[in-house]
């Protein structure tokens, strides 16, 4: 049984940091990329970083600067540390893992940045 489960999420205030964390069973993510999704109501699920097998990154434009993506293979994880939050970045935080044809996500984490 393949599950991912994120963490690390909660209310915020603006300026504020948080790091998510996104553990895993059931798979080895050693050959597998990874991401990190958020998706605010009623909006499109976007894509805000990922990272390869071999480490290399990419964020979206309103997150770079500010998020930095990680992850370590000998925890079987990965990491999302979040730094000068803003309102607009609130949302829920979905985890992904995929190679291929398989795919994976997790069952997400809020994130609140409010005054």
């Known amino acids: 049984q393949v599950q991912l489960v994120e963490s690390g999420g909660g209310l915020v205030q603006p300026g504020g940091s948080l790091r998510l964390s996104c553990a895993a069973s059931?798979?080895?993510?050693?050959?597998?990329?990874m991401g990190w999704y958020r998706q605010a109501p009623g909006n499109q699920r976007e894509l805000v970083a990922s990272?390869?097998?071999?480490?290399?990154?990419d964020y979206a434009g309103s997150v770079k600067g500010r998020f930095t993506i990680s992850r370590d293979n000998a925890k079987n994880t990965v990491y999302l540390q979040m730094n000068s939050l803003k309102p607009e970045d609130t949302a829920v935080y979905y985890c992904?893992?995929?190679?291929?044809?398989?795919?994976?996500w997790g069952q997400g984490t809020q994130v609140t940045v409010s005054s």
């Open positions: 992904t893992a995929y190679y291929f044809a398989w795919h994976y």
């Open positions: 990272i390869t097998a071999g480490g290399g990154t």
């Open positions: 059931g798979v080895i993510l050693t050959n597998y990329a």
